[in-house]
Structures are given as C-alpha cells and as structure tokens.
C-alpha cells in the first residue's frame, strides 16, 4: 500500500438542537465581533433562530444556486461595508457557496450550519456562475474553519429534496471510490458514509419529523464531503457539472438519477470499488444496493423530468469526453457517454 493523503483542518461540532450553543462556543473560541450571517429567504427564520443572540451586524438573504457573479460581488461589497470579521452561512449548499465567494477574495473565516445534506461545508472547492458558464477552483480559503451539525434544523427539508440531496452525497461516496487522487483513507470514509446514508435515508422518508435518520443523514453528508474533497471528481461529478451547466438542471436530482448509471458502468470494472460498495450496502452487488435503496426512497428517475433537452445530448457527451478524469476505471468513448446520458435522461434502468 502506497499513498499521499491530506486531510483538511476543520472543527466539527455535531449535537442536534445544539446549534446557537455551538455557534457561541465558536465565537467565543474565534475571538470575533463583527458576524455576517448568510441565509436564504427560506432559511432566513432558522438562520434567527439559531445566530439571533450572536454579534450579528448583517444579515444577507440574496442566495442564489450555483452563485452568480453579481450576487457574489454583492455579498462581498455588504462584508466589506460592515467590516465583518466572520461569516456564518445557515443553508444548503448554495448558501455554503455564497459564503465561500466572499472567503475567496476576503480570507474571513467561515462557520458553516448546513442544513441539507450537499456537502460543501467539508470541502475546499467553491463554485461561481457568470453568463451561464460555472467556474469551480480549490483555495484552502474557502474551507470553513468549523461546521456546525445540527439535525433538528433539517426536518423542515421536504422528504423529496431530502431524498435527493441524500443521494447527491451518496454520489460523494461512489465517487471517491475511483476519483483521480483516491486513496484506501477516502475509500474508508466513502463505505462509512454509504453505510450511514443507507440507514437514514429511508428513516427520513418514513419519518420525516424524527431526528434519528436525519443525524445518520447528516453524518454520512459529511463523511462523503470529506473523502470527496480528497479524492476529486470522478465520471459521475464530470458528468453532472456538464448537463448542470448545458440544460440548467437541479443539483441535488441530476446526481441522484445519474448515479446508477456510472455505477452500472464502472463497478465491473473497479472491483475494490465494486467490494466495498456492495458491503456498505450489505448487498450481493454495488447496483443491487443502490437500486433497493433507490427504490425505497422512491428516488428521482429521469432527466426528462427536470427539462432536459433530448436534442443535446450528443453535445454534452462530446463535453463529457472532454473532461473525463484521470483513474476513470473503463475507457468511454462518445457514443458510450451518449448511450449512458440517453439512459438517464429517459429513465430506463442501467445497463
Ligand atoms: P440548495 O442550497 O440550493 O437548497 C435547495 C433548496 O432547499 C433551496 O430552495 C433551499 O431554500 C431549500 N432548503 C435548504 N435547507 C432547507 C431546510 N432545512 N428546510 C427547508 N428547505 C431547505 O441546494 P443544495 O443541493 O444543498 O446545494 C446545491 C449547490 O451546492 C450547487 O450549487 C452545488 O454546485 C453546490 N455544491 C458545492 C459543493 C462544493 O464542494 N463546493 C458540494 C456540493 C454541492
């Protein structure tokens, strides 16, 4: 066994109903004053609940998926007008986003309170949106300093966004089993964190008010984040930025019906990947795990459904075939890539 493994420096504070404590306790410990909270429209009332006593002196609520430059140079205009000395995002991965776009050019350290299960809070990576095209990079910067976990603020996530963010860090996890820096402490991380999501998620759709699956959820999110950002994109996240971008999709439901349909691909041929996987499940194979779970939670199925444009697919394979990774286990070619995106936009099973 021979690897470099870098593991990303960030404190996590993981109570349920403990946010506002956590958040003090941060504060405290950080030696700041001046907070800017992050939070969207939706979340804006979590956001008081949680950060209301802090030193806040702005609350920003202009979110936006996949962060537009203009909303970004807002955020960073209203940071640097109030002089603050911390951000605190409370959302989901949007909101993460926004908060690591005024790190980037700022350097203020971040707390992040997620509130779906999307991951960003755990990575280095951020993301920007201008004229339609999303630029993403790695900046130690943009790392949150501590996350704070708190599942009682994710009970208000409906069962179907929850379903399907619960398998965008699924997706996580599959692909950090093959992304190209993958490493035997990433793929330790992504079976935890497939086994932690097998046993929440469907505790979350039977009970969506209980705290049980939504901490099982929570704490496979970040484990996914974790090996993720270690082990890079894999086919799977290539594939997802590119129809994100060409077709404005969702997120969250892009990863979650795309997912079988690269684990049917590479799983024959990745059979550590294929081993582990399967265990996690504790399944005869990967795809018979995925697909049970997928068919308990009554997941997303087709790309159709999110206004996917049949008629360009064989452009997004060709830009698929551009950008796959290093350590992809099967060669592809054009006609493979637009086979499998066909698949998934009319949402037969995989092949
Ligand atoms: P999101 O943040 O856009 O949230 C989806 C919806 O859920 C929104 O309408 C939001 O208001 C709502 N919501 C969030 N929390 C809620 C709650 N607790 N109760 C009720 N409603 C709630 O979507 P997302 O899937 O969390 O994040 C997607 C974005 O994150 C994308 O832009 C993606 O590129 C980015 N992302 C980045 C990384 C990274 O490492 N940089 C990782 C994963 C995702």
Redesign the pocket.
Known sequence: MRFDHDSLPQRVRFASGGAAESLAAEIEQLGVSRVMVIA?E??KN?ARHVAGDLPVVVWHHEVV???PVDVAERARDAAAEADVDLLVCV???????LA?AVALTSGLPIVAVP??????EA?N???LTEASR?A?GVDARVLPRTVVYDAE??????VD?SV??GL?ALAHCVDSMWGPRADPIDRAFAGEGIRALRIGLPLVVEEPQGLEGREHALYGAYLS?VA??SAGSGLHHKICHTL?GMFDLP??QTHAVVLPHVLALNAPHAPEAEDRIAAAFDADSALAGLQRLRAELEAPRALKDYGMDEAGIPEAAEAVLAAVPAGQPVPVTAESIARLLHDAWAGVDPR
């Open positions: 969207g939706r979340e979590l998926m996949h962060v959302g989901g991965g949007s909101t993460t986003g690591k509130t779906t299960y999307a991951g960003s990575t990576v951020w993301g999303k993403t603020l994710t009970l208000g996530l409906p966004m399907a963010s965008n984040a993720f950002a994100g997120h969250a």
